[in-house]
Protein backbone atom coordinates (compact mmCIF):
# COMPACT_ATOMS: atom_id res chain seq x y z
CA UNK A 1 0.00 0.00 0.00
CA UNK A 2 1.68 3.52 -1.18
CA UNK A 3 1.21 6.15 1.99
CA UNK A 4 -0.76 9.10 0.75
CA UNK A 5 1.74 11.74 2.39
CA UNK A 6 0.50 15.11 2.73
CA UNK A 7 2.15 18.23 1.43
CA UNK A 8 1.97 21.64 2.78
CA UNK A 9 -0.41 23.86 1.13
CA UNK A 10 1.14 26.94 -0.81
CA UNK A 11 -0.75 30.02 1.72
CA UNK A 12 -2.52 33.28 0.44
CA UNK A 13 0.89 35.29 1.40
CA UNK A 14 3.03 33.69 -1.24
CA UNK A 15 1.22 34.95 -4.76
CA UNK A 16 3.03 36.90 -6.96
CA UNK A 17 1.74 39.16 -9.98
CA UNK A 18 2.52 37.30 -13.59
CA UNK A 19 5.07 39.93 -15.41
CA UNK A 20 3.58 42.62 -17.37
CA UNK A 21 3.98 46.35 -18.30
CA UNK A 22 6.56 48.54 -20.78
CA UNK A 23 9.49 48.36 -18.57
CA UNK A 24 9.04 44.21 -17.78
CA UNK A 25 9.09 44.19 -21.92
CA UNK A 26 12.43 46.29 -22.11
CA UNK A 27 13.93 44.37 -19.40
CA UNK A 28 13.29 41.18 -21.55
CA UNK A 29 14.35 42.73 -24.95
CA UNK A 30 17.55 43.78 -23.48
CA UNK A 31 18.26 40.37 -22.34
CA UNK A 32 17.81 38.46 -25.17
CA UNK A 33 19.53 40.91 -27.90
CA UNK A 34 22.79 41.29 -26.14
CA UNK A 35 22.32 36.93 -25.15
CA UNK A 36 22.16 37.41 -21.50
CA UNK A 37 21.45 35.53 -18.47
CA UNK A 38 19.67 36.15 -15.31
CA UNK A 39 19.58 34.47 -12.20
CA UNK A 40 15.63 35.98 -12.11
CA UNK A 41 14.77 33.74 -14.80
CA UNK A 42 17.65 30.39 -14.32
CA UNK A 43 16.64 30.62 -10.76
CA UNK A 44 12.72 31.25 -11.39
CA UNK A 45 12.66 33.85 -9.29
CA UNK A 46 8.91 35.15 -7.83
CA UNK A 47 9.54 38.60 -7.88
CA UNK A 48 10.99 38.71 -11.47
CA UNK A 49 7.67 40.70 -12.58
CA UNK A 50 7.72 42.96 -10.00
CA UNK A 51 11.72 43.72 -10.09
CA UNK A 52 11.83 43.80 -14.38
CA UNK A 53 8.96 46.00 -13.90
CA UNK A 54 10.67 48.68 -11.95
CA UNK A 55 13.44 48.17 -14.69
CA UNK A 56 15.82 45.85 -12.40
CA UNK A 57 17.26 42.22 -12.91
CA UNK A 58 20.17 40.24 -11.37
CA UNK A 59 22.77 39.32 -14.60
CA UNK A 60 24.40 36.40 -14.33
CA UNK A 61 28.04 36.01 -15.69
CA UNK A 62 29.86 32.90 -16.27
CA UNK A 63 26.92 30.94 -18.42
CA UNK A 64 24.11 29.14 -17.39
CA UNK A 65 25.00 25.84 -16.39
CA UNK A 66 26.82 25.48 -12.10
CA UNK A 67 29.32 23.26 -11.67
CA UNK A 68 27.43 22.63 -8.58
CA UNK A 69 24.51 20.31 -7.54
CA UNK A 70 22.48 22.43 -4.84
CA UNK A 71 19.52 20.21 -3.95
CA UNK A 72 17.43 23.81 -3.95
CA UNK A 73 18.61 25.45 -7.20
CA UNK A 74 16.51 25.38 -10.08
CA UNK A 75 20.46 26.50 -12.16
CA UNK A 76 21.06 23.95 -14.53
CA UNK A 77 23.74 21.65 -13.27
CA UNK A 78 26.74 20.20 -15.50
CA UNK A 79 29.77 21.10 -17.42
CA UNK A 80 30.46 24.41 -18.71
CA UNK A 81 31.21 24.58 -22.29
CA UNK A 82 33.58 27.79 -22.16
CA UNK A 83 33.97 31.08 -20.52
CA UNK A 84 32.53 33.94 -22.82
CA UNK A 85 35.39 36.47 -22.69
CA UNK A 86 33.23 39.44 -24.37
CA UNK A 87 30.69 39.03 -21.57
CA UNK A 88 31.74 41.85 -19.78
CA UNK A 89 31.33 44.58 -22.44
CA UNK A 90 27.64 43.09 -22.93
CA UNK A 91 26.44 43.19 -19.66
CA UNK A 92 27.98 46.88 -19.28
CA UNK A 93 26.41 48.18 -22.21
CA UNK A 94 22.91 46.37 -21.07
CA UNK A 95 23.46 47.92 -17.92
CA UNK A 96 23.75 51.43 -19.50
CA UNK A 97 20.78 50.78 -21.37
CA UNK A 98 18.64 50.22 -18.70
CA UNK A 99 19.96 53.17 -17.01
CA UNK A 100 19.40 52.03 -13.54
CA UNK A 101 21.16 53.75 -10.42
CA UNK A 102 22.08 50.08 -8.96
CA UNK A 103 22.90 46.92 -10.33
CA UNK A 104 23.11 43.22 -9.12
CA UNK A 105 25.84 40.84 -10.72
CA UNK A 106 25.90 36.76 -9.71
CA UNK A 107 27.58 33.89 -11.35
CA UNK A 108 27.12 30.36 -11.16
CA UNK A 109 29.93 28.02 -9.69
CA UNK A 110 32.90 27.65 -12.10
CA UNK A 111 34.96 25.19 -9.78
CA UNK A 112 36.57 23.72 -12.94
CA UNK A 113 38.23 27.00 -14.10
CA UNK A 114 41.32 27.64 -12.11
CA UNK A 115 40.78 31.23 -10.97
CA UNK A 116 36.59 30.15 -10.23
CA UNK A 117 36.05 33.00 -12.65
CA UNK A 118 37.60 35.79 -10.62
CA UNK A 119 38.86 37.29 -13.68
CA UNK A 120 35.18 37.61 -15.47
CA UNK A 121 34.60 39.05 -12.14
CA UNK A 122 36.83 41.24 -11.96
CA UNK A 123 36.16 42.72 -15.96
CA UNK A 124 32.61 42.66 -15.55
CA UNK A 125 32.61 45.05 -12.62
CA UNK A 126 35.17 47.30 -14.21
CA UNK A 127 33.54 47.39 -17.46
CA UNK A 128 30.36 48.47 -15.70
CA UNK A 129 31.82 51.29 -13.70
CA UNK A 130 33.88 52.44 -16.75
CA UNK A 131 30.91 52.90 -18.95
CA UNK A 132 28.27 54.33 -16.01
CA UNK A 133 30.68 55.70 -12.85
CA UNK A 134 28.50 56.65 -11.21
CA UNK A 135 26.36 53.61 -11.04
CA UNK A 136 26.34 50.89 -7.71
CA UNK A 137 26.88 47.89 -7.31
CA UNK A 138 26.38 44.76 -5.59
CA UNK A 139 28.19 41.27 -6.62
CA UNK A 140 26.42 38.29 -5.40
CA UNK A 141 29.65 36.26 -5.85
CA UNK A 142 30.07 31.81 -4.87
CA UNK A 143 32.00 29.70 -2.85
CA UNK A 144 35.57 30.12 -4.19
CA UNK A 145 37.20 26.72 -1.90
CA UNK A 146 38.77 28.89 0.14
CA UNK A 147 41.03 30.10 -2.85
CA UNK A 148 41.23 33.73 -1.33
CA UNK A 149 43.64 35.17 -4.22
CA UNK A 150 40.37 34.89 -6.45
CA UNK A 151 38.09 35.91 -3.63
CA UNK A 152 40.09 39.03 -3.50
CA UNK A 153 40.40 39.56 -7.31
CA UNK A 154 36.55 39.26 -7.58
CA UNK A 155 35.89 42.11 -5.44
CA UNK A 156 38.88 44.66 -5.41
CA UNK A 157 37.22 45.82 -8.56
CA UNK A 158 35.12 48.40 -6.98
CA UNK A 159 31.87 46.89 -6.33
CA UNK A 160 30.09 48.44 -3.24
CA UNK A 161 28.50 45.48 -1.82
CA UNK A 162 29.69 42.04 -1.97
CA UNK A 163 27.11 38.96 -1.20
CA UNK A 164 27.83 35.21 -0.70
CA UNK A 165 24.80 33.34 0.50
CA UNK A 166 24.83 30.88 3.43
CA UNK A 167 21.61 29.74 1.97
CA UNK A 168 20.51 27.27 5.03
CA UNK A 169 20.85 26.54 8.48
CA UNK A 170 24.51 24.52 10.03
CA UNK A 171 22.58 21.18 10.22
CA UNK A 172 21.22 20.76 6.53
CA UNK A 173 24.67 22.20 4.73
CA UNK A 174 25.06 18.42 3.64
CA UNK A 175 21.40 17.94 2.23
CA UNK A 176 20.85 21.40 0.98
CA UNK A 177 24.90 22.46 -0.25
CA UNK A 178 26.65 19.08 -0.59
CA UNK A 179 29.87 21.00 -2.40
CA UNK A 180 29.74 23.51 0.17
CA UNK A 181 31.22 23.82 4.33
CA UNK A 182 29.52 26.23 6.67
CA UNK A 183 32.30 27.86 8.56
CA UNK A 184 34.56 28.21 5.07
CA UNK A 185 31.76 30.51 3.91
CA UNK A 186 31.26 32.38 7.02
CA UNK A 187 35.57 32.97 6.74
CA UNK A 188 34.78 34.09 2.96
CA UNK A 189 31.91 36.77 4.44
CA UNK A 190 34.78 37.79 7.33
CA UNK A 191 37.67 37.97 4.67
CA UNK A 192 35.68 39.89 2.37
CA UNK A 193 34.99 42.49 5.02
CA UNK A 194 38.35 42.61 6.16
CA UNK A 195 39.06 43.94 2.38
CA UNK A 196 36.52 46.48 3.27
CA UNK A 197 33.69 46.14 1.70
CA UNK A 198 29.85 45.63 3.15
CA UNK A 199 29.17 42.52 3.51
CA UNK A 200 25.73 40.61 2.98
CA UNK A 201 24.45 36.73 3.03
CA UNK A 202 21.05 35.20 2.67
CA UNK A 203 19.52 32.61 4.50
CA UNK A 204 16.12 30.56 3.01
CA UNK A 205 14.01 29.46 5.33
CA UNK A 206 11.44 26.17 5.46
CA UNK A 207 13.50 23.40 4.69
CA UNK A 208 13.32 22.04 8.16
CA UNK A 209 15.37 24.64 10.54
CA UNK A 210 14.37 25.49 13.95
CA UNK A 211 14.05 28.39 15.06
CA UNK A 212 17.23 27.99 17.61
CA UNK A 213 19.10 27.07 14.29
CA UNK A 214 17.82 30.42 12.63
CA UNK A 215 19.12 32.20 15.51
CA UNK A 216 22.61 30.17 15.50
CA UNK A 217 23.11 31.29 11.97
CA UNK A 218 21.89 35.14 12.76
CA UNK A 219 24.80 35.23 15.33
CA UNK A 220 27.54 33.48 13.29
CA UNK A 221 26.66 35.86 10.73
CA UNK A 222 26.99 38.88 13.06
CA UNK A 223 30.25 37.53 14.54
CA UNK A 224 31.48 37.21 11.30
CA UNK A 225 30.67 40.93 10.45
CA UNK A 226 27.70 40.29 7.96
CA UNK A 227 26.05 44.00 7.57
CA UNK A 228 23.28 42.82 5.77
CA UNK A 229 21.02 39.78 6.16
CA UNK A 230 17.93 38.57 4.10
CA UNK A 231 15.88 36.02 5.27
CA UNK A 232 13.02 34.34 2.53
CA UNK A 233 11.17 31.67 2.30
CA UNK A 234 12.09 28.43 -0.06
CA UNK A 235 9.81 27.74 -2.69
CA UNK A 236 10.35 24.22 -4.45
CA UNK A 237 11.58 25.22 -8.27
CA UNK A 238 10.39 21.47 -9.31
CA UNK A 239 9.61 18.34 -8.79
CA UNK A 240 13.32 17.15 -8.80
CA UNK A 241 14.52 19.74 -5.93
CA UNK A 242 14.48 19.23 -2.40
CA UNK A 243 10.52 19.87 -0.90
CA UNK A 244 9.14 22.71 1.72
CA UNK A 245 9.38 21.41 5.00
CA UNK A 246 7.09 24.24 6.23
CA UNK A 247 5.92 27.68 5.44
CA UNK A 248 6.72 30.40 7.57
CA UNK A 249 4.29 32.91 8.80
CA UNK A 250 4.68 36.91 7.94
CA UNK A 251 4.72 37.46 11.52
CA UNK A 252 7.83 34.58 12.51
CA UNK A 253 9.31 36.69 9.64
CA UNK A 254 9.10 39.58 11.23
CA UNK A 255 10.05 37.77 14.65
CA UNK A 256 13.27 37.03 12.97
CA UNK A 257 14.10 40.63 12.01
CA UNK A 258 13.62 41.83 15.40
CA UNK A 259 15.99 39.50 16.79
CA UNK A 260 18.25 39.72 13.73
CA UNK A 261 18.33 43.65 14.40
CA UNK A 262 18.54 43.48 18.14
CA UNK A 263 22.15 41.09 17.96
CA UNK A 264 23.37 43.75 16.19
CA UNK A 265 22.75 42.92 12.86
CA UNK A 266 22.81 46.59 10.58
CA UNK A 267 20.19 45.74 7.89
CA UNK A 268 17.74 42.60 8.11
CA UNK A 269 15.02 41.99 5.29
CA UNK A 270 12.69 39.53 6.04
CA UNK A 271 9.52 38.58 4.51
CA UNK A 272 8.03 35.14 2.58
CA UNK A 273 8.70 36.73 -1.06
CA UNK A 274 12.40 37.93 0.01
CA UNK A 275 15.19 36.88 -1.81
CA UNK A 276 19.27 37.91 -2.08
CA UNK A 277 18.56 40.89 -4.59
CA UNK A 278 14.99 42.35 -3.40
CA UNK A 279 15.56 45.72 -2.58
CA UNK A 280 19.28 45.06 -3.08
CA UNK A 281 19.40 49.19 -4.05
CA UNK A 282 18.40 49.80 0.22
CA UNK A 283 21.75 48.01 1.14
CA UNK A 284 24.51 50.01 0.01
Known amino acids: ?12 WLKVKIPIGENYKKIRNLVDANKLHTICESGNCPNMGECW ?11 NVCTRSCSFCAVATGRPSFVDY ?17 AVITSVNRDELPDKGAQIWHETVRAI ?14 DVKAD ?15 SHNMETVKRLYRK ?16 TKDYGKRTKSGVMLGLGETDDEVYEIMKDLKEHHCDVLTLGQYLQPTKMHLEVDHFIHPDKFLHFKEVGLAM ?21
Not at 53 to 63: D, E, V
Request: with cysteine; aromatic share 4%; hydrophobic share 40%.
Open 53 to 63: GAGTATFMILG
Open 86 to 102: EEPQRVAKAISLMQVKH
Open 129 to 142: KDICPDITIETLIP
Open 148 to 162: WNALELMISAGQEVV
Open 1 to 12: MIENIQRPRKPE
Open 176 to 191: VRPQAKYERSLEQIQR
Open 264 to 284: GIPYVESGPMVRSSYHAERHV
